[in-house]
Every structure is written in C-alpha cells, then in structure tokens.
C-alpha cells in the first residue's frame, strides 16, 4: 500500500493568496483527518471526516480555512486568504473505521510558508 | 476538553541506557492512550496504545504504563539505539469518536 499521499511536499506563497492542500488517503480506510504542527502549539487537529462526512471542525482556527472530501479517495484543506501565521506544516491521516481504537496513518505532511 | 502535557521537551541518554517519558492528561473520561514517533521529514507513526482496563503493556524494547488515578502515563525504552532518535507524542482519546489530543511532543536524543 502507498500510504496517506500528500501534495504538494513543500508550498510557498505570499501573504493574501490562496492556498490547497490536497490529501488521497489509504483505500478502504473511512476516517480522515486534517492535522497543523508548529512548534508553539504543537500537534493540533483541524477537522475530521467519517465516510466523506465531516464529523468534528471545531479545530478549524476561522473562516479563511475550509475543508472538502468529495470522494472516499480524495480530500482538500483550503486557506483562502492566507497569512503568515498559517506557516505550519500540515498532515493527513486516516484510520480503517470510525471508534477511537483505530490507529491513525499520517502522510508526510505539506510544509507551507507564507511570507 | 482534553489537556495532555508532556514533560521534559528534550530528552538525552547514551545508548543503551533506557528512557522514560511522562505523559498527564485532564480528563478523566479518556481511555485510550497512544504513542506516536516521528522521524525527521516524516509524519507521526504509531508504535504502541494501551487502553484504560489495562495497566502496562510491552512490546520488545518499549512499554507503556498508565495510572488512571492519577492521570499520567508513561513510555519506557530500554536498550535505546541511535534509531530511537525522534520527536515522541503522547495523545489520550475518549467518547465515541476518533478525536485524539496530542501532547507537544518530546525531542529523545540516544548518544552513540
């Protein structure tokens, strides 16, 4: 299996642009997650989604971030406007079933920077 | 909601020594408690759970152990080598969703 793939690796962009954040996660796996690491707040959880449903977006910081799964096999995190205090790298994950035994699979994260 | 704390953020030992590393968390409604490793350049990749109805569990060289009363567990590495170098992330989940609340994370260092 390919494991959670994310693109793009690496993003830069200037302050007030939009930014997408694409996600497919592993096949037959139901749940997703959007995750943001920084050093200051560390691991957080953005929002999750259980058969393309979104479950929890409490996470989600405002209105310039959205979040989409049309399809078991694909999802986007959007940043629209952005701004520098976004800079952070981002995670996918997804796990086999919804319930909270299930381990998570991350991808390799986005590490985005807007200047 | 959940609060997990990890402490110290940075850990170093020779190898071959064992390390711990403590994990608190604040709501008494969790019950299960992952550990997650990450490498350099790479996400967090799960190396061993426990659940609330059990006290420690082992696998190889890493165990973990949690105390309910007190809200803390913790991660046990023994015969560290080089390649336990990574960031180390508790997290502590409840209820009936897959929400899980992650720790900062800890830097363990193992010096050859």
Known sequence: ?115 | GENVEQHPSTLSVQEGDSAVIKCTYSDSASNYFPWYKQELGKGPQLIIDIRSNVGEKKDQRIAVTLNKTAKHFSLHITETQPEDSAVYFCAASGGANSKLTFGKGITLSVRP
């Open chain 1, 1 to 115: 299996d390919a494991g959670v793939i994310q693109s793009p690796r690496h993003e830069v962009t200037e302050m007030g642009q939009e930014v997408t954040l694409r996600c497919k996660p592993i096949s037959g796996h139901n749940s997703l997650f959007w995750y943001r690491q920084t050093m200051m707040r560390g691991l957080e959880l953005l929002i999750y989604f259980n058969n393309n449903v979104p479950i929890d977006d409490s996470g989600m910081p405002e209105d310039r971030f959205s979040a989409k799964m049309p399809n078991a096999s694909f999802s986007t995190l959007k940043i629209q406007p952005s701004e520098p205090r976004d800079s952070a790298v981002y995670f996918c994950a997804s796990s086999r079933t919804h319930g909270i035994y299930n381990e998570q699979f991350f991808g390799p994260g986005t590490r985005l920077t807007v200047l």
